[in-house]
C-alpha cells in the first residue's frame, strides 16, 4: 500500500475536503481508512485545470470522451463495499478513466490492475499514478469485458462501468471468497451489486446496495 504526499497541493482549502468528508460520514459511509484515503487523496488533479475548482463537490464531473469522473460518494460506497470483508491484495479495476477509484483502491490494496478501452484517458491516468508515486498500479489498454484473464484470479474486482448483465468473465476471474463491486442494468435503470465467490464451485452470492447511474461497459477499444 502506499500513501499520497500531495495531499495540501492544489487550489481548494482543507476546509473545502473536510466538507466533502463530513458529507460522505452523513451518507453512511463508516470505514475510516477509505475516509482518511479520500480526505488526501488530490481530487483536483484527476480534472481538466477548468473544472478543478468543483472536484471536491460531491457530485459526477465529465473528464471528455463521453465519461465521466465518479461522484465522491459513490467511490467511496465502492470502495467500502469491495473492503468490507477484509484486506484486498490483488484487486482489478474495470473502467481506470481519470484514474481517481484507482489512486483511492491503490492506497488501500495491496495491487490494483486495472483496464481501460478509451487509450487517451489511460496515458492520462499512467501520467498521475506516476506523479502521486503510486507503484503498485499495472494499466492495460484493453476490453474491461472481458477482465484480464492473464493476472487473474482476483481477491476483488471493481467496475466503473455498467453492463446489462454481469459478464460471466469477470466471475471467473473471481478467487474464492473474492468479491465483485458491479453497477447493472440500461442506462437510467441501474442498480450496484456486490457479488461474492463462495467456492470453487463457483457458488455466488448477490446483493444489491444501491441505485446508481453510471456509463455503459462498452466492448472493444478506442485509439
Known amino acids: ?21 463530513q458529507r ?9 481508512r477509505v475516509l482518511d484515503i479520500m480526505r488526501v487523496t488530490p481530487r483536483h488533479l484527476f480534472l481538466d485545470e477548468a473544472l478543478s475548482q468543483r472536484a471536491y463537490e460531491d457530485t459526477a464531473l465529465p473528464i471528455g470522451y463521453g465519461q465521466t469522473l465518479s461522484q465522491p460518494y459513490v467511490v467511496a460506497l465502492m470502495t467500502e463495499a469491495l473492503l468490507s470483508q477484509g484486506h484486498r491484495e490483488k484487486v482489478l479495476e474495470i473502467g ?5 477509484q484507482t489512486a483511492i483502491l491503490a492506497q488501500l490494496v ?41 493476472h487473474a484470479p482476483y481477491d476483488a474486482i471493481l467496475s466503473a462501468a455498467a453492463p446489462e448483465h454481469v459478464p ?3 466471475l471467473h476471474q473471481l ?12 442506462e437510467g435503470d441501474q442498480e450496484l451489486r456486490v457479488v461474492t465467490r463462495q467456492a470453487e464451485d463457483a457458488e455466488f452470492e448477490e446483493q444489491v446496495i444501491e441505485r446508481v447511474r453510471f456509463v455503459p461497459l462498452l466492448s472493444g477499444v478506442t485509439r
Request: glycine content about 16%.
Open 1 to 21: 500500500m502506499n500513501s499520497i504526499e500531495l495531499g495540501g497541493i492544489g487550489m481548494t482549502s482543507q476546509r473545502t475536503r473536510e466538507r466533502l468528508i
Open 24 to 32: 460522505l460520514k452523513e451518507q453512511g459511509v463508516k470505514n475510516q
Open 96 to 100: 481506470v478513466g481519470s484514474g481517481y
Open 110 to 150: 495491496g495491487h490494483v490492475y486495472g483496464v481501460e478501452r478509451i487509450k487517451p484517458l489511460l496515458n492520462k491516468a499512467r501520467s498521475r499514478m506516476r506523479t502521486l508515486g503510486l507503484r503498485n498500479v499495472t494499466l492495460a489498454h484493453s476490453d474491461g469485458s472481458v477482465g484480464w484473464e492473464e
Open 168 to 170: 460471466e468473465a469477470l
Open 175 to 186: 478467487a474464492p471468497g473474492g468479491v465483485l463491486v458491479i453497477p447493472v442494468g440500461p
